[in-house]
């Protein structure tokens, strides 16, 4: 029977289609002595990719110091994601409505919605259930931090948040503390740990503490007159013990700003050939990239539940539901923009390419190698199934560098269903 059957096996493998991409054993043996070992992709434009060295160079080559500023303009004034409905030429943004009332008992603004899930019937129970939880909605300057978990010796978000929470610990938890020889701080859950230089204009985090003396607006005025420029607590409202802004989370939204040439042609409606790099590897590689294309490749990942393991970097198996790299991404878009600062006109200004994505979750700096992979393949002219193809492969060296982290902006997180509507770029 085995013999019978070798024969049709050997058809199989022989009319079995080849991937688009592959990575080749000589470049495997190359790999310790070449920091930038190519993947060898097979597909018709392969010779116009960039290798990871020039991608990088590309991504890194932008005036940045204007993005920077932008964000940190938006921090510094405090509207939160609400502040960047200018960039997209629209009178308001559509966030979730929120009516805070003020609570005469405890003096502080609390939505009515997680004011009724705070009162719910605790007849019963004891030990943690006793605990107030707060969640606390904050806006941070990427550039002034070295990312939001807290490390020794360095100047991160959690560690400046924590420290000024300390002050709100009950007197249980601070003689534990203090035995153990630690300062005193609290404890604050995100939703959504950033890298050193991401921004996030309305992150969310949350902290709890047995006293019950505590207040909103005693937490908000601490942490606000820590780094006012860098750092601004936006609001805090006292939530339900089963809150966890991490795994209660249904959406986030991330933006990613990238500045373009500043000698380069205006981008319209309509497609744009890419320039070519004089001098390079076959006297094609481009210099730019289409919009427009890399419009039409980020949208296929729209509507759609993948592995996105390709584009993650140091992914480990998480906790959350489902398999551990898998994303389903809401809504992705991209399109051009204008950067202006404050002594800037309106008819001038940086001209950028904004990318949106909206996804239940996302991997540690999947959305920098998304970002920097989609302006590859649109620069080498790829179908606009590039990224859907590269699901696929088998090496993370598939995909591009990750793309400088001035770019990124956490924006907002959702505990509601996604609605289209609340979208920057929409059709």
């Given at each position: 029977m085995l013999a019978k059957l070798r024969p049709l096996m050997a058809t199989a493998?022989?009319?079995?289609?080849?991937?688009?991409?592959?990575?080749?054993?000589?470049?495997?043996?190359?790999?310790?002595?070449?920091?930038h070992v190519q993947y060898n992709h097979t597909d018709a434009c392969h010779h116009l990719r960039w290798t990871a060295k020039e991608s990088y160079e590309y991504m890194y080559a932008r005036p940045w110091s204007r993005v920077v500023d932008f964000y940190a303009e938006l921090v510094c004034t405090g509207a939160g994601a609400a502040g960047l409905a200018d960039l997209f030429g629209k009178d308001e943004i559509f966030l979730p409505q929120i009516d805070y009332t003020l609570d005469a008992n405890r003096d502080d603004c609390t939505p009515p919605s997680e004011k009724q899930a705070s009162m719910k019937p605790s007849k019963d129970r004891g030990g943690r259930w006793e605990r107030v939880t707060f969640k606390i909605v904050l806006s941070y300057h990427g550039g002034s931090f070295d990312g939001w978990q807290k490390q020794p010796g360095l100047n991160t978000v959690q560690g400046l948040v924590e420290k000024h929470l300390g002050q709100f610990v009950d007197e249980k938890k601070a003689k534990q503390l203090e035995a153990r020889s630690l300062p005193i701080e609290g404890c604050a859950i995100v939703a959504g740990r950033t890298d050193k230089g991401v921004t996030a204009l309305q992150q969310v985090c949350s902290f709890y503490t047995w006293r019950k003396d505590v207040k909103s607006r005693d937490i908000k005025d601490a942490i606000n007159k820590a780094t006012p420029d860098k750092l601004r607590l936006l609001h805090v409202s006292e939530v339900s013990r089963e809150f966890h802004p991490n795994f209660a989370a249904k959406w986030r939204r991330y933006l990613y700003i990238f500045p373009l040439d500043e000698d380069a042609k205006p981008i319209s409606g309509e497609e744009q050939p890419s320039k070519i790099l004089e001098g390079s590897e076959y006297n094609i590689k481009p210099q730019s990239f289409n919009v427009v294309k890399v419009d039409k490749i980020i949208r296929q990942l729209e509507g759609k539940s993948l592995s996105y393991k390709m584009f993650a970097r140091d992914t480990q198996a998480s906790r959350s539901v489902g398999p551990p790299t898998e994303c389903f991404m809401f809504h992705s878009r991209a399109s051009v923009v204008k950067l202006h600062s404050a002594d800037e006109n309106c008819e001038e200004g940086m001209r950028a390419i904004c990318i949106e994505l909206v996804a239940n979750r996302f991997l540690r700096k999947m959305v920098r190698v998304l970002v920097a992979t989609a302006i590859r393949e649109a620069a080498a002219g790829a179908e606009e199934d590039a990224l859907l193809n590269l699901m696929e492969a088998t090496c993370r060296r598939a995909t591009a560098p990750p793309a400088p982290p001035e770019g990124l902006c956490l924006v907002d997180v959702g505990y509601d269903d996604f609605n289209r509507q609340r979208c920057f770029i929409v059709d």
């Open positions: 493998a022989r009319a079995k289609p080849a991937p688009a991409v592959s990575f080749s054993t000589a470049a495997a043996e190359a790999a310790e002595g070449d920091g």
